[in-house]
């Protein structure tokens, strides 16, 4: 059986003209890999929004990395007076992953 190991999967929707801010902060914790993935649409606490590819207008995206609890800890520790300024959706959950030694 392939041994698996656990560690943080975290998630960030951004509004894409703010997806440097969890890219930076990440890599100033140690943390080197992440995908931004297109968000199409979506609701919350405002109401519906959805991307407009025309005007680019509430274009979001979600960046996705998997780290270490230590440095999960410390982006979450970096981005936490950045959640309401940059309206960022902040989650973290354990994943198991096969070769965590690249995490």
């Given at each position: 059986m392939v041994e698996t190991v656990t560690r943080k999967r975290i998630e960030i929707l951004v509004?894409?003209?703010?997806a440097q801010?969890?890219?930076q902060a990440a890599a100033d914790v140690g943390i080197a890999g992440y995908s931004l993935?297109?968000?199409?649409?979506?609701?919350?606490?405002?109401?519906s929004w959805r991307n407009?590819?025309?005007s680019g207008a509430e274009n979001k995206v979600l960046f996705l990395t998997i780290a270490s609890e230590d440095k999960a800890d410390a982006l979450?520790?970096?981005l936490a007076p950045k959640l309401d300024s940059h309206s960022?959706?902040?989650?973290v959950a354990d994943v198991q992953v096969v070769r965590g030694d690249r995490f």
């Open positions: 509004d894409k003209p703010l801010v969890p890219i993935v297109p968000v199409q649409s979506g609701s919350g606490r405002h109401g407009d590819r025309i979450v520790e970096a960022l959706l902040l989650t």
